[in-house]
């Protein structure tokens, strides 16, 4: 079943995080806003991946000194799309 979830995030750069998923793996992702080179880079490595799988990998990453990070918000949002 295909799902499209977009998150606001919080306390990092970006603003928001645009994802679908179809049968618990994720098939794309957008972040808006934040830095592009990393931000495109997160969501080039997850799509193709299991969404548990995404978030024990970027779960509780740290930005400098923010207690988050985009791909901290990432797999917030895709703790989302996994309780829905």
């Avoid at 618990?24 to 969404?51: E, H, R, Y």
């Avoid at 990432?74 to 799309?81: D, I, K, R």
């Amino acid at each position: 079943m295909a799902k499209h979830i977009e998150y606001t995030t919080k306390g990092v750069c970006s603003r928001k995080i645009l994802i679908d998923t179809e049968d618990g793996v994720i098939t794309d992702c957008k972040f808006v806003g934040g830095c592009a080179g990393n931000t495109q880079g997160v969501a080039a490595l997850v799509v193709g991946m299991k969404v548990e799988d995404a978030i024990k990998k970027i779960k509780g990453i740290k930005c400098g000194f923010k207690p988050t990070s985009c791909p901290d918000q990432l797999a917030l949002a895709l703790e989302e799309v996994a309780n829905s």
